[in-house]
């Protein structure tokens, strides 16, 4: 009797064991799943590639091949799980850029772009007294050089490097300093004029004009504007919405341009030469996808402006978080790393032939998709030679500038009816048979995204 219980209760911890290693497999699959990692599969089981890809977050041991395996049924399975537990009634908000597209790519590179900070690092306010911008981490100052020489669309030679806290802050930086410019034709009672060439960036005018500044103010579109006084010219090259190249167009004596460069980077458009401004704007989170670090430069050819918006951002904001500067810096040598030679290296850890071939796919799927419906149209651009790829490539804008067709008046309503949230053509000082779409948002919204706007009819 003895013996059987022996046999009997051996039996029984075995499949407990069992049991329990299967819910313990389960759970890590969710686990993980959740976290964004792994595709959810229909048992929770994760497949041996996936495992794989777990592996090469946290020690590099898969082949390349794996790793492509997984990224391309991620995306099946995203968007098959999308079209199955939307039903119509998800709301696909596409109105803000957020550019959650790169995640995927950041999680290949796992250890390449990981930067470790202890507590006694980064604690004085102080990074460079000998520099002008004294807030500005020599490390990150270097790789911002270092990132133009290997792409090769600006100038930073004989360059006041000024950082901020994104390139809105720098934007305001560049308003103060340039409205505080001697000028024998300037009155001192009289704000400068501030104008852009609509469709021109929406949040421009309420920027220019929250603080109520008595140094500038708003003058809207740059096509109507024949006031014969100072004033500062905004252009945004490649365009936001609309991804044309931009140039100004007062041209006048007495106005200074302010050139927004956030898109001209390889995925978004051709690079033709080194742009070789008195004053161009940067921000982070357009050219890697991190947003949320929350930085920006500017290169400023001019000492005195330099040292004015460097001013403004010590009273705004006392400097600039050393933190985010040393995270940007790493993630830039990362970038910089996969692109040192002319041309897109084959390789994958290439960020700007990753992200040119996203773009690259995700407009001729909404080009197929706006000619199934019939019912939009979108701006066409022409292929220009590419100084970084040695090849002519064609823009693919960061935002879609889409138009309804016919009838329709109100393009971000008639979208909004079909639960697409888009920003309206008037917030661009155009009219609202126009919309702005974000390209930039993860897979899962993008995908949801093509099938409902290739199935609208009226």
């Known amino acids: 009797m003895d013996k059987v219980k022996q046999v009997s209760w051996a039996f029984l911890r075995r499949h407990l064991l069992l049991l329990s290693l299967t819910l313990n497999l389960s759970l890590l699959s969710r686990f993980v799943y959740e976290r964004g990692i792994l595709p959810e599969t229909t048992d929770h089981r994760p497949h041996q590639e996936e495992l794989c890809f777990e592996k090469e977050i946290i020690n590099p041991v898969c082949g390349a091949s794996e790793q492509e395996a997984h990224v391309?049924?991620?995306?099946?399975?995203?968007?098959?799980?999308?079209?199955?537990?939307?039903?119509?009634?998800?709301?696909?908000?596409?109105?803000?850029?957020?550019?959650?597209?790169?995640?995927?790519?950041?999680?290949?590179?796992?250890?390449?772009?990981?930067?470790?900070?202890?507590?006694?690092?980064?604690?004085?306010?102080?990074?460079?007294?000998?520099n002008l911008c004294w807030f500005l981490e020599p490390e990150f100052a270097k790789q911002i050089t270092r990132l133009h020489g290997s792409v090769g669309n600006a100038v930073t030679h004989d360059r006041h490097i000024v950082v901020g806290t994104g390139s809105t802050q720098l934007f305001q930086a560049a308003l103060y300093a340039l409205s505080l410019l001697p000028s024998p034709h300037a009155s001192p009672q009289q704000p400068i004029s501030v104008v852009s060439a609509v469709p021109y960036y929406s949040s421009y005018p309420s920027v220019t004009d929250y603080l109520k500044s008595g140094l500038y103010k708003w003058e809207g579109d740059a096509y109507t504007f024949t006031k014969e006084e100072p004033y500062i010219e905004l252009v945004t090259s490649p365009n936001n919405p609309d991804g044309f190249i931009r140039q100004p167009v007062v041209n006048r004596s007495r106005g200074i341009v302010v050139y927004d460069l956030a898109y001209y980077w390889p995925q978004y458009t051709p690079i033709t030469s080194a742009a070789d401004h008195d004053l161009m704007l940067f921000t982070f989170s357009k050219i890697t996808g991190h947003a949320g670090t929350r930085m920006g430069w500017a290169l400023v050819k001019d000492k005195e402006v330099a040292r004015k918006m460097t001013e403004f951002i010590v009273l705004n904001t006392i400097g600039v978080s050393k933190d985010s500067q040393l995270r940007a810096a790493k993630i830039l040598q990362v970038v910089s790393d996969g692109s040192e030679h002319m041309g897109f290296p084959e390789d994958a850890d290439s960020f700007f032939l990753y992200a040119y071939h996203q773009m690259t796919l995700r407009w001729e799927r909404l080009r197929d998709a706006v000619r199934h419906s019939g019912l939009f149209s979108l701006p066409e651009f022409l292929a220009q030679f590419c100084n970084y790829n040695g090849g002519f490539t064609e823009p693919h804008p960061a935002f879609a500038w889409l138009k309804c067709k016919g009838d329709i008046e109100d393009c971000e309503s008639f979208l909004r009816e079909h639960k697409i949230i888009t920003r309206s053509g008037r917030h661009f000082g155009m009219e609202a048979k126009y919309v702005r779409i974000s390209m930039l948002d993860r897979d899962e919204k993008f995908n949801l995204f093509m099938e409902r706007l290739s199935n609208i009819s009226l």
């Open 72 to 130: 391309s049924r991620s995306s099946t399975h995203s968007s098959s799980r999308a079209q199955a537990a939307d039903g119509g009634n998800k709301v696909i908000n596409l109105d803000h850029g957020d550019p959650t597209m790169y995640e995927e790519y950041w999680r290949r590179m796992g250890e390449k772009s990981r930067i470790v900070m202890r507590g006694w690092d980064s604690m004085s306010y102080f990074s460079d007294l000998e």
